[in-house]
């Protein structure tokens, strides 16, 4: 195998969850009765750390109205807000598959620790991740901490690491860290924008990982 390490951005490139995010900031930002942002500046943002997402939303926002905002996200994004999120579809036979073809298997999320603890026992996919690294543990995506501590505690080298994402900040965190990069069309940022940062392929449906590895 020309890699050994497969590691996933997971809202987005696993996980069906804009509807939700975007719903979720819609709603903190109503709450609180701040100025708006439009839903394209909202889906813009997803990929990174949730400080680092208000940030550039917000940018002069101080520490005790980020506490409310984060306060306010939580209570709709894990309590109110109408819909669910859903693996994409192929999603978990992929993952699957691919940890029983041997690879080393990682997540690399803007999501909080808490955030992707629930949804790993929620989709049962907790035991197929070797490792994972979340943004409230290490510097946001595009920042490499993620990659080089999944790397380092797995034991692998950049030229046998796959990033595998849906976001440019995905693609820029592979390039910092050194790694290759793998780019999903069907998640927040769009083929040409993702194209831009000349991933090794873009693929259109998550389960088309697995045919391209076995030709890599």
Same mark, same amino acid.
């Given at each position: 195998?020309k890699y050994?390490?497969?590691?996933f951005d997971w809202d987005?490139?696993l996980?069906?969850?804009e509807q939700r995010?975007?719903?979720?900031?819609?709603?903190?930002i109503?709450?609180?009765?701040?100025?708006g942002r439009g /839903?394209?500046?909202?889906?813009?943002?997803?990929g990174l750390?949730?400080?680092e997402?208000v940030?550039r939303l917000y940018p002069d926002?101080?520490?005790?109205?980020?506490?409310?905002?984060?306060?306010?996200?939580?209570?709709?994004?894990?309590v109110?807000? /109408?819909?669910?999120?859903?693996l994409?579809p192929?999603a978990?036979?992929?993952?699957?598959?691919?940890?029983?073809?041997g690879?080393?298997?990682?997540v690399?999320t803007?999501?909080g620790r808490?955030?992707?603890?629930?949804?790993?026992?929620?989709?049962?996919?907790?035991?197929?991740f070797?490792?994972t690294?979340c943004a409230?543990?290490?510097?946001?995506?595009?920042? /490499?901490?993620?990659?080089l501590?999944?790397m @380092?505690e797995?034991?692998?080298?950049?030229?046998?690491?796959?990033m595998?994402?849906?976001?440019?900040?995905?693609m820029?965190?592979?390039?910092?860290?050194r790694?290759h990069a793998a780019?999903?069309?069907?998640g927040?940022h769009d083929r @040409?924008r993702?194209?831009?940062? @000349?991933p090794?392929?873009?693929?259109?449906s998550?389960?088309?990982l697995?045919?391209w590895l @076995?030709r890599?």
């Amino acid at each position: 195998m020309k890699y050994d390490l497969l590691v996933f951005d997971w809202d987005g490139t696993l996980m069906d969850s804009e509807q939700r995010i975007v719903g979720s900031l819609q709603a903190s930002i109503e709450d609180l009765g701040w100025e708006g942002r439009g /839903p394209g500046e909202l889906r813009n943002i997803i990929g990174l750390g949730l400080r680092e997402a208000v940030n550039r939303l917000y940018p002069d926002l101080s520490d005790d109205d980020f506490v409310r905002f984060v306060d306010r996200y939580r209570h709709h994004f894990l309590v109110a807000h /109408p819909s669910q999120s859903e693996l994409f579809p192929t999603a978990a036979d992929t993952v699957r598959d691919l940890r029983n073809k041997g690879f080393l298997m990682a997540v690399a999320t803007g999501k909080g620790r808490q955030g992707l603890n629930r949804v790993l026992a929620e989709t049962g996919l907790q035991d197929y991740f070797h490792a994972t690294r979340c943004a409230d543990e290490a510097a946001s995506k595009p920042h /490499p901490q993620m990659l080089l501590e999944l790397m @380092d505690e797995l034991g692998v080298t950049p030229e046998r690491t796959l990033m595998i994402g849906d976001t440019e900040y995905d693609m820029e965190m592979a390039r910092n860290a050194r790694t290759h990069a793998a780019a999903v069309s069907y998640g927040v940022h769009d083929r @040409d924008r993702l194209i831009r940062h @000349d991933p090794i392929v873009c693929i259109d449906s998550i389960d088309e990982l697995i045919s391209w590895l @076995d030709r890599a």
